[in-house]
């Protein structure tokens, strides 16, 4: 602010360096100097705040249903597969294809298992990881 001529007045206090200092501090917005409870209260940074446990939770349902699906494409690929070949011989490729999709529904098995088990802060830190908010 401007310095006022000696003696000037506003609002019906004289214009003192004190008094300039609360003007511009409540122009920016903070409190006056030495207010009981007064502390600068840092920004929230976003990126830091967990959503909420029914958001999470949504998150984490279709997570697992997009499990599921995957663990029913994966059974039926089983079903219809086998480690031998058209002639009932052992083909090691196939062999090799079969064992890979029993892992695959074994392991997606497991994730579901687990997710099952989480607790509520663990859910919502998986929902915070994988971009919900």
Known sequence: MSSKPEGAVIGGKPVTPEFLDVLRRQESGMPPAGAAGSRDIPAVNLDDVLPFLQVARAAVGSHVNDLRLSLAHVERELEVSSPLSAS??????????YNGLRETADRIRAEIESIGSWSDHQVRLWAHEHGYR
């Open 88 to 97: 009932g011989q052992p083909n090691a490729y196939l062999a090799d294809r």
